[in-house]
């Protein structure tokens, strides 16, 4: 899938400057996984549909990509956008993260910069959870080696899972086992989704061939 560098600039999201406080630094991971598999920049951008000069500043940390650009970078990589995100922090054994901790923004193109994913779990740990807020991407189908949950914190979501759909209201739980393909998106604006699984294994299927 191509991606044209006009279009790659509102995926990158903000440049380094711009991000929050506490932002995870996910390129010198992005660049170790990279080396050790060896592929060059050129390689991997190519399977992520990115430009090698995008991905040379997300290594280097002068910019932040959307989770979108970070999930292909991800696939390219032959691992997950949570384990890139994981990668960036050392564990914790005991960890607290505030509600005003940094997030990334999730969604691509018009308004997207409303659709925002927070991580719950930071560091390397074997459950990962993370606090999704605004739109999210109907498109891509997630299917995971290990169970998960999803839960309404707030607002109301619409799950298909196992090719049933679910309407999930505030203080909702979906449970879905492992290997079950299943997509959500929220239904009213100040949905707050957390979903919390297994770190490893986690794989997506896009709907659209990316």
């Known amino acids: ?3 044209t560098e006009s279009s790659e600039s509102s995926e990158a999201g903000e440049p380094s400057g711009a991000s929050e ?3 995870p630094r996910i390129g010198p991971g992005i660049r170790r996984l990279r080396r050790a598999l060896d592929l060059t920049l050129a390689d991997v951008a190519a399977r992520a549909g990115v430009s090698a000069p995008f991905l040379s500043q997300v290594e280097n940390g002068r910019s932040r990509p959307s989770m979108g650009s970070l999930q292909r970078i991800a696939d390219a990589l032959d691992t997950t956008a949570v384990q890139l995100l994981a990668a960036a922090d050392p564990p914790r054994p005991v960890d607290v993260v505030r509600g005003g ?3 990334v923004r999730e969604g691509e193109g018009e308004g997207a910069r409303e659709a925002r994913m927070r ?3 930071r560091g390397h740990q074997r ?3 993370l606090e999704f807020t605004g739109d999210h991407d109907w498109g891509r189908e997630y299917r995971h080696r290990n169970d998960e949950i999803l839960y309404v914190a707030d ?8 090719g049933s759909v679910y309407r999930l209201e505030r203080g909702d739980t979906l449970y879905c086992a ?6 959500w998106r929220p239904l009213e604006e100040g949905t707050r989704v957390l979903v919390v699984g297994i770190a490893d294994g986690v794989r997506v299927v896009d709907d659209r061939g990316c």
Do not use: C, K, N, Y
């Open 1 to 3: 899938m191509g991606t």
């Open 21 to 23: 406080a506490g932002t």
């Open 101 to 103: 901790s940094a997030s």
């Open 119 to 121: 991580p719950l779990v």
């Open 127 to 129: 459950l990962h959870a």
């Open 155 to 162: 607002g109301s979501a619409e799950v298909e899972a196992d």
């Open 178 to 183: 492992a290997e079950l393909p299943h997509r």
